[in-house]
């Protein structure tokens, strides 16, 4: 199996990879330096590259759930996210909603919603309708009847423009994608030439274009054919992998070995602090401590300070991220106090009741830490209940804070505690987002903190 790597985890998990098995293709030179790689025969079959929010990786391509089992072996506060992507449904439309501008398509046991802005006049409610799924938002899954074709290297796009990757850098490889795909033949479809089309030989890459483009004959045959919603084509499958601090610290640890490595160094990287990062290993030859000092001194002056407005990141694994936004009340090196203001009409996590006209939050974070502690309060300053958040380690940067959410939490009204959400922690496991192991420490946590006097 053949994996090309890029982004701020590149250097480690090329070492790690290839100790394992895989072979690397196209190495980037400051990788192919530390690692004297060489490069692999051919094209890649899977591709790594940073998640947009650097928190850790992409792996898509042929046998990538084979690299997401070597790595669910080696660390065990990963959170892996599998999203099948583009899969194709015969549809019939359930409903027409005005209010909410969308259209309810039954795809065959569950839901998915078009866009009637897009629409207006051309469906009707019990029209029959091919669709794709083009993203999910909470548990319905949004449609397109705009196609894509996924393919290995390139996705067509029915009535699209041709595009290519912007992982490829090379101009005379994007030119040749562009020609090659002008020159195809193909009507009425744009092209995306995915990364993995880098270096591919043009006859292989015609013959991929060339079935992709029978495949819509086929899929509009099976489409007549069905006569109930349901799944005609299955999508494609990417795997998005978020890190915990304790894979940071192994990936810092492999690292070192190979190339002038400061201590958290992906902790900074990960928080868009490359280039503090790249100076302090610049340095290489200083007494690491006092380049360690020096490089905390320039990140706790920009920040968390009092006054300043701060953002907590808490990672919902297996659906969108919430943002929480406050200004600190106080921040020193052992933990940062947020208030934080609370949306009327909304309801309080796990401690229920109303959130009511000038209710606040007093957040509490401290780095490292497993728990983040929430206390509620009216406008009088009188408590409405705790609630108190298990994660992996918080990691506190000078604007924000980050963690992945374990879902299992602790509430706290009238001096009494008890644990919720304990089944959502095993969903978690069932599955396969996060390992036995780190499910089984957030258990720990929650049972220690019921186990606590309540102050």
């Known amino acids: 199996m053949k994996i090309k790597i890029r982004g701020i985890y590149a250097t480690a998990l090329t070492h790690l990879l290839s100790e394992t098995g895989f072979d690397i293709v196209s190495p980037s030179k400051a990788v192919s330096e530390r690692l004297d790689t060489k490069d692999a025969e051919g094209s890649a079959d899977i591709l790594i590259y940073d998640k ?11 046998g990538a ?8 072996k080696y660390f065990s506060d990963i959170a892996v996210k599998k999203v099948e992507a583009g899969a194709i449904y015969a549809g019939k439309i359930k409903k027409i909603v005005n209010e909410s501008k969308n259209i309810i398509v039954n795809i065959g046991g569950e839901e998915g919603i078009l866009n009637l802005q897009n629409y207006w006049g051309f469906l009707r409610e019990g029209e029959r309708v091919l669709a794709q799924v083009k993203g999910i938002i909470g548990s319905k899954k949004i449609l397109s009847t705009q196609l894509r ?82 799944l005609i084509k299955p999508g494609s499958c990417n795997y998005f992998v978020d890190f915990g601090p304790a894979t940071k610290q192994k990936l810092d640890k492999i690292r070192e070995g ?7 160094h992906h902790f900074l990287k990960s928080g868009g602090y490359s280039l503090l990062a790249d100076f302090a290993e610049s340095l290489n030859g200083l007494d690491n401590n006092f380049v360690i000092d020096r490089l905390n001194t320039v990140l706790h002056r920009e920040g968390p300070k009092e006054k300043q407005q701060y953002e907590i990141i808490h990672k919902k694994l297996g659906s969108r991220d919430v943002v929480m936004k406050g200004i600190i009340e ?60 298990i994660n992996t380690p918080v990691e506190v940067y000078p604007k924000f804070a980050r963690y992945l959410d374990l879902e299992i939490d602790v509430i706290e009204r009238d001096t009494k505690r008890e644990i ?16 036995k192991e780190l499910a089984d420490e957030a258990i720990k946590i929650a049972n220690k903190l019921v186990m606590e006097e309540v102050k």
């Open 420 to 435: 919720v959400d304990a089944e959502k922690l095993k969903h978690l496991v069932d599955d396969g987002i996060i390992s």
């Open 258 to 264: 190979l190339a002038p490595t400061i201590v958290g």
């Open 330 to 389: 106080k921040a020193d090196a052992n933990e940062v106090i947020i208030r934080r203001r609370l949306m009327e009409g909304g309801r309080f996590d796990g401690i229920g009741g109303a959130i009511e006209k000038d209710d606040y939050a007093i957040t509490k974070i401290s780095p490292n830490k497993w728990t983040v502690i929430h206390k509620y309060f009216n406008k009088n300053g009188i408590s409405k209940g705790v609630y108190i958040n």
């Open 65 to 72: 759930e084979q690299v997401v089992e070597k790595l669910r």
């Open 149 to 230: 074709l996924f393919g290995n290297n390139v996705i067509l796009i029915k009535d699209g423009f041709t595009k290519v990757s912007k992982h490829i850098q090379s101009p005379s490889e994007i030119k040749r994608l562009v020609e090659l795909g002008k020159n195809s033949g193909i009507k009425g479809w744009g092209l995306l030439w995915k990364s993995l089309a880098e270096g591919k030989p043009d006859a292989e890459l015609i013959e991929e274009l060339n079935l992709l483009a029978q495949e819509e004959k086929v899929l509009k045959e099976k489409f007549e054919q069905t006569a109930e919603p349901s």
């Open 52 to 62: 947009e929010d650097l928190n850790g990786i992409t792996i898509n391509g042929y």
